[in-house]
């Protein structure tokens, strides 16, 4: 088995992620997209103008009602009526515009919502099977999904709350050193600096709870995704009480973290309310006062209170946008990192397309390593001839996969070459190198849908006639019709629903369909057993035929026909010929032959009739599962 080094990511910072996001606000070749943001501005700053003015007209009616209005002995009755209607109109219109610029803005933030969510799925594709190997599904899947809920609500947030509320803040201290007096302001302006202090200063230390608590539920959650994706082998082992265990510590862990997490708000909000609290008793004491000193009306004190309870609310959800939206930059510097991570296999700059006329495959001194210390190919070299059928044979961890995964162009070699038709892949686009070369692997792994999606997979474009017509040359096209719901059966996560043969049936009408000049056997047939292994390889002889091969085999007799052998040791070919020319040799090769010939026996009937049961397993549970 090869070991891969891990591979982290380094979170962005809050300013990268924002500096990130703009774009997605303000895309240069996307001109609507400018002109619903400035829209959703206008009806925002309509709206906050409104929402200011609306205290004003309240005052007026109480000053109104209260008789110290001009001309309150003849207009009062008339007066109020008229005020409190502009009044209601004003809160009207405040949510009015408001709904306005969510309606306007909505299509701008799904739109960016979709793009990054496509662009993360995008690059996580583009990179390399090493990143994948050290990376658990489970955690991924987490990090996408909290990054683009983070995304969601920054630009709802962000730019539709944060600045409204900056302006509100500024209008409102405004009109108190205006109409009441600088004092008024500074107690607003003293007040809203220690509540905005002490709310960063909290939240930030709540942040650090926060990323413990989801450093946990990524942790939980990896442990519940990846026991029941191993279901069978936890059946097996009877381990059902292990895996609860493991389950258990796991969410033990972040059951303290989020309690920590929901004292730390408990804390936040106690001392948020202390804050607003008393700067609303100092300017209501000042405004009440004045009342009595004569200075100010009662319309005035209803005004200052008006005030105060309006950017109160604001204030409150301040905290609460300030913590969402920092937990959304901590949220979305983890996907960002994520982004930021390095494509480890890139093409050249206008790299051409991988042109296959003949199919030969040439190794050149290729030496290749996961880590400097622990080589893993020490200077291979071989030549597949155009339609040539190639073995690898050796024991495992000689090299025999990763010289498959090196030519598909998994990794790049750290040492020498390898060509197809002369073409150094290198040099030419990995689409078109992968678009060329089909691979059956040892343990097909098949797609929670249809029997027909998963032979299609092979070629999009493909005709139902190309699709059945695949399914008939891998023989499988008898078994799939007489299923309940034909190709339109469910093969269930995996493909668990089908038996070994049935899904290596379907992976080589998979590849049939794709019709690659060049083939890669991995081991396609060592987890069948004997009988199922023999019709296979049928398919799979007929299947190579016309093509380039080069077949990885742990069991010699099926590669007894290769017009090459190669046997590899501790990353080097230590015998090469043909299957007779190599037991002449009486080397390695010769041993291995000779230890699996001793070990095969004749099968009983009784054997004859477990292997029979066997290759109708999948039949018994799709029918018992339609």
Not at 484 to 491: L, M
């Amino acid at each position: 088995m090869t070991q891969t080094p891990d591979i982290k990511e380094r979170p962005a910072s809050g300013w990268q992620t924002i500096l990130r996001v703009i774009p997605y606000l303000w895309p240069s070749d996307k001109p609507w997209v400018k002109r619903r943001v400035i829209a959703s501005l206008t009806m925002l700053l309509m709206a906050k103008f409104v929402s200011v003015s609306t205290p004003f007209i309240y005052k007026q009616a109480v000053d109104s009602l209260a008789g110290d209005a001009p001309d309150a002995a003849t207009l009062m009755g008339l007066a109020a009526v008229g005020l409190t209607i502009a009044y209601g109109m004003a809160r009207l219109l405040t949510v009015a515009f408001q709904e306005l610029r969510d309606a306007v803005f909505v299509r701008v933030g799904q739109r960016a919502l979709r793009q990054l969510a496509l662009e993360t799925f995008t690059h996580i594709h583009r990179l390399s099977l090493r990143y994948h190997i050290t990376r658990k599904t489970g955690g991924l899947s987490r990090i996408i999904e909290r990054g683009v809920k983070g995304v969601d609500f920054l630009l709802r947030f962000m730019l539709l709350s944060i600045g409204p509320l900056i302006l509100e803040l500024v209008m409102v201290s405004i009109i108190f050193a205006t109409v009441f007096g600088w004092q008024y302001a500074a107690v607003v302006i003293v007040v809203i600096s220690i509540y905005v202090a002490f709310t960063f200063r909290v939240t930030e230390w709540r942040v650090q709870v926060r990323r413990e608590m989801n450093a946990q539920d990524t942790d939980a959650n990896q442990k519940a995704i990846d026991s029941l994706l191993n279901f069978e082998t936890v059946k097996y082992f009877n381990a059902e009480t292990l895996e609860a265990n493991r389950y258990d510590n796991a969410m033990r862990k972040y059951e303290t973290a989020a309690v920590k997490t929901g004292l730390s708000l408990s804390f936040l909000n106690v001392g948020q309310s202390l804050l607003i609290t008393s700067g609303l008793i100092i300017v209501m004491v000042m405004a009440a006062k004045g009342v009595q000193a004569g200075t100010l009306t009662v319309g005035d004190f209803v005004m200052v209170n008006a005030y105060m309870i309006q950017i109160t609310m604001p204030l409150n959800f301040l905290g609460t946008v300030y913590r969402e939206i920092r937990q959304s930059l901590t949220d979305m510097g983890e996907m960002f990192g994520l982004l930021g991570q390095p494509t480890e296999v890139v093409d050249k700059p206008n790299a051409p397309a991988l042109s296959v006329t003949k199919g030969e495959i040439a190794f050149r001194d290729v030496r290749f390593d996961y880590d400097p210390a622990r080589p893993i190919l020490k200077g291979i070299s071989f030549t597949v001839a155009p339609g040539q059928r190639v073995a690898l044979v050796g024991p495992s961890g000689s090299g025999k996969s990763t010289i498959a995964r090196l030519l598909f162009r998994f990794y790049d070699v750290t040492g020498g070459g390898i060509a197809i038709d002369g073409q150094d892949l290198r040099d030419v686009q990995q689409s078109t190198i992968h678009a060329s070369i089909g691979v059956v692997p040892q343990d097909t792994v098949l797609f929670n849908d249809t029997v027909y999606y998963n032979i299609a997979y092979g070629r999009a474009d493909a005709s139902r006639e190309e699709v059945e017509e695949a399914a008939r040359a891998a023989k499988i096209h008898d078994f799939i019709t007489s299923l309940p719901d034909g190709y339109e059966t469910t093969v269930g996560e995996r493909g668990l629903k089908l038996s070994g043969g049935e899904k290596q049936r379907v992976g080589i009408a998979r590849t049939l369909l794709k019709n690659p000049p060049i083939l890669i056997l991995d081991e396609a047939t060592s987890a069948l057993d004997t009988q199922t292994e023999r019709d296979i390889q049928d398919s799979l002889q007929r299947m190579g035929e016309g093509r380039s091969v080069i077949t990885i085999a742990h069991r010699l007799s099926t590669i007894a026909d290769a017009d090459q052998i190669l046997v590899l040791e501790a990353g080097e070919i230590v015998e090469r010929g043909t299957h007779e020319v190599l037991l002449t040799k009486g080397g390695r090769y010769a041993a291995m032959w000779a230890r699996q010939s001793a070990e095969e026996e004749t099968p009983t009937a009784d054997a004859a009739a477990q292997t029979d049961s066997t290759q109708h397993e999948g039949f018994h549970r799709l029918r018992a599962h339609p």
